[in-house]
């Protein structure tokens, strides 16, 4: 197989898949920061900045409370899932340079990336899964509370909000699968007969 050489342009796909490895990279990196840095800081943020009224005040002490508890029990794991995302993060913005540049490893370095990708995306899903399906069945009543108190539960009962809140939990693997779709399509394009051709691979 001969050696890469550096794209002599850059087409609209690679233009358009750098930018969204860009976008990738730089939230996995700013979330991976987040957590490192206080593990249940992202979920306080959420409740606390949600508008409710006074009378849910109590319910979402109540649920930072829970959410405090699940969270140390899986506090290393979350700082780990950090660590991985900053590392993720980091060498997909790398690679997104190394594309946009047109150097010669930018194909190299993208299909890295997509491999890379679908096992970060593989591996934290079930840890996500566990931590939202103990939240729900730890808090779900209040959060239901804090729903219909933001007016998203109008005319529902507690049990149909509830119920709502474990199909939200199991919509975990399905933005998993997204990623992973998103990861293929590198490959796709990387892999395939337009990153060979772009990038002068012959084999």
Not at 4 to 18: K, N, S
Not at 19 to 35: H, N, Y
């Amino acid at each position: 197989m001969l050696r890469a050489q550096p794209p002599t342009h850059r087409p609209v796909w690679m233009i358009l898949l750098a930018a969204t490895m860009l976008l990738f990279g730089g939230m996995t990196l700013v979330g991976g920061l987040l957590v490192i840095r206080d593990p249940a800081t992202v979920a306080h943020h959420t409740i606390r900045s949600a508008p409710r009224p006074p009378a849910a005040e109590e319910a979402a002490r109540k649920v930072e409370v829970v959410l405090d508890a699940i969270v140390a029990r899986h506090r290393v794991a979350l700082r780990l899932d950090a660590i991985v995302s900053i590392a993720f993060g980091l060498f997909t913005l790398y690679a997104v340079a190394a594309v946009l540049s047109r150097d010669r490893n930018g194909r190299l370095l993208a299909l890295l990336t997509a491999v890379f990708g679908i096992v970060y995306q593989l591996g934290e899903l079930p840890l996500s899964m566990r931590i939202t399906r103990e939240t729900v069945a730890a808090a779900g009543p209040l959060l239901a509370q804090l729903m219909a108190a933001g007016g998203e539960g109008a005319g529902r009962s507690q049990a149909e909000l509830i119920a709502s809140l474990e199909a939200a939990a199991a919509r975990s693997p399905l933005f998993a699968m997204v990623g992973v779709g998103w990861c293929l399509l590198l490959l796709v394009y990387f892999g395939g007969r337009r990153g060979r051709e772009l990038y002068g691979v012959r084999s």
